[in-house]
């Protein structure tokens, strides 16, 4: 049984964008008046990368703040170390009397599928994992990135100097190979349209082989596997490894201290912006493969504060805006116009179907 919210039929009214199927994610910014105080708890678990991690947790998280601010629901929240943490942590939430709680990341399916399953009048939404086994008060927040990521990958493969970007992972998991998948995908293409041979290195989406450094804590590791592929020629580089890509930063920090604009190495962030999200290194970043997680999450909020909570998925593409490609920033100039007229003339072929994105890990 749903406590009673407290808020206003005004408030209710401004956060009435019901988040079901395919549906676009809320706009950025909320209403300027501030709302009743309400009884509703929303809450949060993230997985081990934390809610600093500059990437999928810490979105997530903005949003619950977001809708904080917005709504004036009341909020707590849960931030695991390492995954011992994930059951006791959903646990206590439960047991907290959250109205709806939230988990971030594809390791917390399992542990959010018991937890929804023996807790039925609590509601649960879960970032980056899909299940058809998920009970009826789970509502899986998830991300077709591989669209993105194909022009991410047309985009690398045009910038490059030397002719070979790379990419790697944390895990080999699917919410991390969909964006390798994509990228791969946008360099074959480019390959494809302007007969060239942009070589990528890190990833082989036929065998989904590749570079993954086993998990999302040790940015140590992320410098090195950066080091070895600019050591190899590399000169555009994605880390999809969460807080392990600030590893990435510094290397291409140092490897870019004695060069050359013209030959210095770029990267392309994963999950948010991380020309606003790194704080370091940010004028090496091309662009980034955002996952709009933020809007989504308050967007999902709202709807269950009206009672309106539904376990159909939310899948984020690039025809709702859930999925989308930062703006270059500093390295704007480096990106030819004919280039950026490419990769909106891709976006809307994508959109349409004309190109196919495909990839096991996309969401269905």
């Known amino acids: ?18 988040l079901a199927g395919c549906g676009a994610p809320p706009e950025e910014g909320g209403s300027s008046a501030a709302p009743e105080e309400s009884d509703y708890m929303g809450c949060i678990v993230s ?19 977001a809708a904080e601010a917005d709504l004036g629901i009341q909020i707590q929240q849960a931030e695991s170390q390492a995954e011992t943490d994930f059951t006791p942590n959903v646990d206590s939430m439960v047991q907290s009397g959250c109205d709806l709680v939230l988990t971030v990341g594809f390791l917390l399916g399992d542990v959010t599928k018991e937890a929804a399953a023996a807790n039925p009048d609590t509601n649960f939404a879960i970032v980056d994992y899909q299940d058809p086994e998920f009970t009826d008060n789970v509502k899986p927040i998830v991300y077709d990135t591989a669209q993105a990521a194909f022009m991410a990958g047309y985009l690398a493969a045009g910038v490059s100097e030397t002719g070979k970007v790379a990419t790697y992972g944390g895990l080999n998991i699917p919410t991390v190979t969909i964006f390798m998948d994509g990228f791969a995908d946008g360099v074959a293409y480019y390959n494809e349209q302007k007969g060239e041979n942009v070589e990528l290195l890190g990833w082989n989406k036929e065998s989904q082989n590749g570079t993954f450094n086993g998990g999302f804590e040790n940015q140590g590791k992320g410098k090195t596997d950066t080091q070895n592929f600019i050591n190899e020629g590399a000169d555009v580089i994605m880390p999809v490894a969460g807080p392990v890509g600030l590893g990435t930063m510094d290397a291409v920090i140092e490897a870019n201290a004695d060069r050359p604009a013209e030959e210095q190495v770029k990267v392309i962030w994963v999950d948010s912006d991380g020309y606003e999200t ?3 290194g940010e004028e090496y970043i091309l662009t980034s493969v955002m996952k709009l997680m933020g809007q989504a999450v308050e967007e999902v909020i709202a709807s269950d504060v009206e009672g309106n909570f539904s376990g159909e998925p939310y899948i984020g593409t690039l025809e709702n805006g859930g999925v989308a ?40």
């Not at 997985?47 to 703040?65: H, I, P, T």
């Not at 704007?332 to 990769?343: F, I, R």
């Open 278 to 280: 790194t704080g370091k």
């Open 1 to 18: 049984m749903k406590r009673s919210t407290g808020l206003s039929a005004a408030v209710l009214g401004a956060s009435a964008l019901v």
């Open 47 to 65: 997985d081990s990368g934390g809610f600093d991690d500059r990437s999928f947790n810490q979105s997530s998280y903005e949003g619950l703040k």
């Open 325 to 364: 490609l930062a703006p270059f920033h500093d390295l704007d100039a480096s990106v030819p116009d004919e280039l950026k007229t490419e990769l909106e003339e891709i976006k809307a072929s994508i959109i349409s179907g004309e190109i196919k994105v495909e990839s096991e890990a996309s969401p269905k």
